[in-house]
């Protein structure tokens, strides 16, 4: 995933998991409203990337979109769309990042507001506006970084900045890109990086910190947290470094409550779950070297005895793989697509679908639609079966994940935004 994807890193939360509550005064709900009209983070409702929306064409052409408009600037944030609004993220050659406020219906800019910070290097496939924000039903919220500063901010849907908090420096030779996530009253950052880093938990209404557990640091990573919900117990933030591997965290608190233990490469893509396992994968120079599948049921270091397997070929780096049923699909960098058994890591089959990517599938009504980097839509069945349904342009090329509410199909290239509009039944 281009690090921009990666950094946006991608795990927001399901519905129901946003006004559940965690205890003490962060612990009443807020409004998720329904499914059909929010996207709130990075691949969708806790990050699980997964839409019923019916009637969106496998294969569509230029005058099939509803509308097309220029974002200014250039950026790899995906949409994120609550209701009749959509937030996405932009950036200029000189460091300023904007977020900018979209009517998600017709398309119109409603407001925007820039972002000093000093330019810094970025990875080729990064951008000053790689971050997805995050969105619930009173504000939006985004993060962003430079050496010196790494900033989080709240506004209303209306555009009025609620708070800034600055988390302090951020270290890495590839920038900034993470996104946020909401759970309960909670507005949790990653901070991972080469340098001191954290988990950081903010009231959502005060940017008030609420607890903070540092990290152990080697490189940054690009993953976004997801909440993990278990059946009879307590929900668990799941995140994912390379230094640590993936780690369950206590809500309340942010304690530790496990960790898989180090992986040897860098972490862009997210973690997602399924058939009771948490996975991960870490890779370099664009392919995965290594996907773990851990049982996240234990306390301490479980490297010895929760981790169900490992695979070492055929992995994505970038962009995050994606849980259906029994299957695992993996979506690779160089556009090579596996469907694998969840439980064991069996190959059902491999198929190539062509292109580059560093945007993540997400699924449709039973199809897989990602967006290759020269701006092509690919969508395929997400089956044991392998069949390529169509490939579409999106004219301009793309490092994002699309977002679907609304009935419609959001699609971010680096300078444009596309809205695709599902058809009666």
């Known amino acids: 995933m281009s690090l921009s994807q990666t950094l946006r890193l991608g795990r927001w939360l399901t519905p129901l998991c946003m006004a559940l509550a965690i205890g003490g005064t962060f612990g009443s709900g807020i409004s998720l409203g329904g499914d059909a009209e929010t996207w709130p983070r990075f691949r969708g409702h806790n990050g699980e990337a997964r839409s019923d929306l019916k009637g969106v064409p496998s294969k569509w052409s230029d005058k099939d979109y509803e509308w097309v408009v220029e974002i200014p600037g250039k950026g790899h944030s995906s949409p994120v769309v609550w209701k009749d609004k959509l937030f996405v993220m932009s950036g200029q050659e000189d460091g300023i990042r904007t977020l900018y ?73 590839h920038g900034q890109g993470v996104s946020p996530i909401i759970h309960g009253e909670l507005l949790i950052v990653s901070n991972d990086q080469k340098g001191p880093s954290s988990l950081v938990a903010l009231n959502r209404k005060t940017g008030e910190q609420v607890w903070k557990t540092e990290r152990a640091f080697r490189r940054a990573s690009y993953a976004t947290p997801f909440v993990l919900e278990q059946e009879g117990k307590s929900p668990q933030l799941i995140c994912l470094c390379g230094n640590l591997g993936l780690t369950g965290h206590d809500l309340a608190d942010g304690r530790e409550l496990w960790t898989s233990g180090q992986l040897p490469m860098r972490t862009v893509a997210s973690p997602v779950h399924g058939n009771g396992v948490v996975l991960a994968v870490c890779g370099a120079g664009g392919k995965g070297t290594m996907l773990v599948a851990v049982d996240p049921n234990g306390s301490g270091d479980v490297s010895a005895k929760n981790i169900k397997y490992t695979l070492t070929k055929g992995l994505p780096y970038v962009p995050t793989p994606i849980v259906v049923g029994d299957y695992l699909f993996l979506w690779n960098d160089d556009g090579v697509v596996r469907c694998m058994e969840v439980a064991t890591g069996s190959e059902v089959w491999t198929e190539r679908v062509g292109g580059k990517f560093s945007g993540s599938p997400v699924l449709i009504d039973g199809r897989l639609f990602a967006i290759s980097e020269d701006g092509v839509v690919s969508v395929i069945a997400a089956s044991n079966k392998f069949e390529l349904l169509g490939q579409s342009p999106l004219g301009d090329p793309s490092y994002a994940t699309p977002a679907v509410a609304n009935g419609r199909v959001y699609l971010r290239s680096f300078s444009k935004l596309a809205c695709l509009k599902a058809k009666a039944e």
């Open 101 to 173: 406020c979209f009517n998600s219906f017709t398309g119109e800019r409603l407001w925007s507001d820039p972002l000093k910070l000093d330019a810094n290097h970025l990875h080729l496939k990064n951008s000053y506006g790689s971050g997805t924000p995050a969105v619930d039903d009173e504000r939006v919220y985004c993060s962003t970084a430079d050496e010196s500063h790494y900033v989080v901010s709240a506004y209303t849907h209306s555009g009025e900045k609620v708070w800034n908090v600055d988390l302090g420096p951020f270290t890495s030779e």
